[in-house]
């Protein structure tokens, strides 16, 4: 490395001058970067649910469904409106009564089911199909010009309509997200550096990992937008430390050495200490990938694709800004607010068996709280209501009763009577509202220009029958669930290989598959995380400590939500835990290997773990508590319920690791370091007696 370290400071202009030109095919990539605002495509192509789609998309023409309300007009206008919906390019069709009957015959003309289903008040439905998937860019184009009805008081209710809206405001929100983190991590460096110019420094060195990593995001080919929505974020809280190292070493270096070598030693010296720290965060990240829902994937690639990327920069491109800007730093210098702790290390050491009791009884109501608090499925709930797509949602639900809806695919070879024997018996089941089926239509006192021909073309293709399914009870919910367990039961009666489709459907799926994920997850980041400081420390005893320090912070920042009657969605009990021990254990390395330090030094234990947690207080908290400011800074201007809670999980995690760290970490060292000399190759040996005791 030395070589390496000597090669980066005599090249540094050159390489700023590489790095900067990188920034414009990485701009590129990112404008070419698809992003998906459709949640429930994530699950697996194996699922039932995802099936169905596939086969409503490739044979019905299905791929997208949603529902347009149209009030207060007159047969003649609603037309005027399907036929203008259906010139919008991305539109499938505009599906409505004039498809099978003319509007100049009576709409009592109709079959009741039918009239119920279209109309209600002054109010009637148009049924809107999509040529793409509900996330494609042609889709949200097409609802995007559907939308400009609203102002005539014509709402689009469904997905796609809801990842149309959910693209508009993550647009409009992710630069002041990236903004607000910026400046509050920036008002953290000011409060615990010397320097008043270095966060700036900093925040212009962030720029190319950023950069970098949102434009080799076009090789993956989208991601989500939850993703991109935290990517800066938690790149800048996750990441910022290295920064911190770089500076601080190549300051100490200053006072021996000329510029350029005191430069190559700190590059050296940080690199070692960064990339240790930093597997343990790409390790959490790396977890992600394992999920069975695809969202984990896109996440954890993604942010463990930006460590890296932050690593690489602070190595070869931050030492010659921090050069550059050196006489600037040097230069402007202020009070530090975050200086190293005293009293807390004090009051630790002579009071840790406490503390360890402590730990103990708040570890075991927490762990009851973080296994009972409530997670919700349903992703509508979490959307802002004035959100044009949830007031068509919830005009679907008041006017016409359609609260969910299902699709339901069988065998073609089904004869007429058991079709109508299938919906009759699913009619009958609690919280149907009612079912359309082609054979629904077929039948005596039809108006002679009725055209059952024309339905034929909608409910049947492919070799499949669709049957169409309104439910009054909302996805996601035990009602609905129960409901599509005794509809599955009905339709393997008649056709064993029948499916339903349908956003409940999915929901369901999501359940299922997420619970699974759960436990996977946070498993498998244990052990990577718990093998990970093991080789590190060649230790048993260390990971334990290490990672139960964490848990412990985890515990209870998951379990908080219980004791506040808080429900979270369900992508945060998959992620934050993961997230939150990749992120932070590294503090708990730095304070260990501290330590060990100081007992080969010659220090007792007492002594040693008091210096560990003075001489390493201000990275830990300068750290944490930048993570802190960014993520919560997120929170007070998210919309959307789903980024808020994650934001609002990571800031308080954040916090919490600090102060495990801080005090249950030390208190676990000491009254363990037996255990940890007999488990621990190369231990250094120490007694309890501390210093002057």
């Given at each position: 490395m030395d070589k390496m370290s000597k090669w980066i400071v005599k090249y540094?202009?050159?390489?700023?001058?590489?790095?900067?030109?990188?920034?414009?095919?990485?701009?590129?990539?990112?404008?070419?970067?698809?992003?998906?605002?459709d949640l429930l495509s994530y699950l697996p192509s194996t699922s039932e649910s995802m099936k169905t789609q596939k086969i409503l998309g490739d044979d019905f023409n299905l791929s997208s469904v949603d529902f347009l309300v149209v009030n207060n007009k007159s047969d003649q206008e609603a037309a005027k409106i399907k036929e203008e919906?259906?010139?919008?390019?991305?539109?499938?069709?505009?599906?409505?009564?004039?498809?099978?009957?003319?509007?100049?015959?009576?709409?009592?003309?109709?079959?009741?089911?039918i009239q119920?289903?279209?109309?209600?008040?002054?109010?009637?439905?148009?049924?809107?199909?999509?040529?793409?998937?509900?996330?494609?860019?042609?889709?949200?184009?097409?609802?995007?010009?559907?939308?400009?009805?609203?102002?005539?008081?014509?709402?689009?209710?469904?997905?796609?309509?809801?990842?149309?809206?959910t693209k508009d405001q993550t647009e409009h929100d992710t630069p002041i997200y990236a903004g607000i983190a910026v400046v509050l991590c920036m008002v953290v460096l000011f409060l615990g550096l010397e320097s008043t110019i270095a966060p700036v420094v900093f925040m212009l060195g962030m720029i190319f990992p950023i950069v970098y990593n949102f434009g080799t995001n076009v090789f993956l080919g989208e991601i989500s937008y939850i993703t991109k929505a935290l990517a800066v974020v938690l790149q800048l809280a996750v990441t910022l430390d290295y920064s911190i190292f770089l500076l601080h070493r190549y300051q100490e270096e200053k006072q021996k050495l000329p510029n350029e070598e005191a430069m190559a030693k700190a590059i050296k010296a940080t690199f070692t200490s960064?990339?240790?720290?930093?597997?343990?965060?790409?390790?959490?990240?790396?977890?992600?990938?394992?999920?069975?829902?695809?969202?984990?994937?896109?996440?954890?690639?993604?942010?463990?694709?930006?460590?890296?990327?932050?690593?690489?920069?602070?190595?070869?491109?931050?030492?010659?800004?921090?050069?550059?800007?050196?006489?600037?730093?040097?230069?402007?210098?202020?009070?530090?607010?975050?200086?190293?702790?005293?009293?807390?290390?004090?009051?630790?050491?002579?009071?840790?068996?406490?503390?360890?009791?402590?730990?103990?009884?708040?570890?075991?109501?927490?762990?009851?709280?973080?296994?009972?608090?409530?997670?919700?499925?349903?992703?509508?709930?979490?959307?802002?209501?004035?959100?044009?797509?949830?007031?068509?949602?919830?005009?679907?639900?008041?006017?016409?009763?359609m609260t969910t809806t299902h699709f339901v695919l069988v065998d073609d070879k089904l004869t007429t009577n058991e079709i109508q024997n299938m919906c009759s018996e699913i009619k009958d089941l609690k919280g149907i509202h009612n079912v359309l089926a082609y054979e629904e239509f077929v039948g005596p006192g039809l108006?002679?220009?009725?055209?059952?021909?024309?339905?034929?073309?909608?409910?049947?293709?492919?070799g499949k029958k669709l049957i169409v399914v309104n439910s009054d009870y909302k996805a996601a919910t035990n009602e609905l669930n129960t409901q599509l367990d005794k509809m599955d039961t009905i339709i393997h009666k008649y056709d064993k290989k029948g499916m339903i489709g349908g956003e409940g459907s999915m929901t369901r799926d999501l359940i299922t598959t997420t619970n699974t994920d759960f436990a996977m997850v946070n498993v498998l980041s244990v052990i990577m995380i718990f093998i990970i400081?093991?080789?590190?420390?060649?230790?048993?005893?260390?990971?334990?400590?290490?990672?139960?320090?964490?848990?412990?912070?985890?515990?209870?920042?998951?379990?908080?939500?219980?004791?506040?009657?808080?429900?979270?969605?369900?992508?945060?009990?998959?992620?934050?835990?993961?997230?939150?021990?990749?992120?932070?254990?590294?503090?708990?390395?730095?304070?260990?290997?501290r330590f060990k330090e100081e007992l080969s030094h010659g220090k007792k234990v007492k002594e040693a773990a008091l210096i560990a947690m003075e001489k390493s207080s201000v990275s830990i908290m300068t750290s944490g508590f930048s993570f802190f400011a960014a993520c919560i800074g997120v929170s007070f201007v998210a919309k959307m319920d789903l980024i808020k809670s994650l934001v609002i999980l990571l800031a308080r995690g954040a916090l919490i690791s600090v102060v495990s760290i801080l005090l249950v970490l030390p208190s676990l060292l000491?009254?363990?370091?037996?255990?940890?000399?007999?488990?621990?190759?190369?231990?250094?040996?120490?007694?309890?007696e501390a210093k002057g005791e």
């Open positions: 540094r202009n050159l390489i700023l001058a590489v790095a900067i030109i990188l920034l414009i095919p990485s701009a590129i990539g990112y404008f070419n970067t698809n992003i998906n605002y919906i259906n010139k919008i390019d991305g539109v499938e069709k505009c599906i409505w009564r004039d498809d099978v009957l003319d509007i100049s015959v009576p709409k009592q003309a109709i079959p009741e089911s119920d289903m279209l109309y209600s008040g002054n109010s009637t439905m148009m049924i809107v199909t999509f040529k793409e998937p509900t996330s494609s860019m042609r889709t949200m184009n097409a609802i995007s010009k559907i939308k400009k009805y609203t102002k005539d008081d014509c709402y689009l209710g469904g997905m796609s309509a809801i990842s149309e809206d960064i990339t240790s720290s930093s597997i343990t965060t790409i390790a959490g990240f790396v977890a992600l990938c394992v999920m069975q829902l695809t969202l984990g994937r896109d996440i954890g690639i993604v942010m463990a694709k930006g460590v890296v990327l932050g690593v690489l920069s602070t190595i070869f491109i931050l030492p010659s800004l921090l050069m550059f800007f050196d006489k600037t730093i040097e230069k402007y210098k202020h009070k530090t607010i975050l200086n190293e702790l005293h009293r807390v290390p004090r009051f630790v050491i002579h009071h840790y068996k406490k503390i360890l009791v402590a730990f103990v009884l708040i570890f075991i109501p927490f762990g009851y709280g973080q296994s009972h608090t409530n997670i919700y499925y349903d992703l509508i709930s979490g959307m802002p209501g004035d959100f044009a797509s949830i007031i068509g949602t919830n005009q679907l639900k008041d006017k016409f009763d108006a002679s220009n009725f055209t059952p021909s024309v339905v034929k073309d909608i409910f049947q293709n492919g400081v093991a080789l590190t420390f060649k230790s048993f005893a260390l990971p334990v400590i290490l990672v139960l320090t964490i848990e412990f912070a985890i515990t209870i920042n998951m379990g908080i939500p219980f004791f506040t009657k808080t429900t979270l969605p369900f992508i945060a009990s998959m992620v934050i835990g993961t997230i939150q021990l990749g992120a932070t254990v590294d503090y708990a390395i730095l304070m260990t290997t000491i009254f363990c370091h037996k255990f940890i000399e007999k488990t621990t190759k190369n231990w250094p040996e120490s007694n309890m």
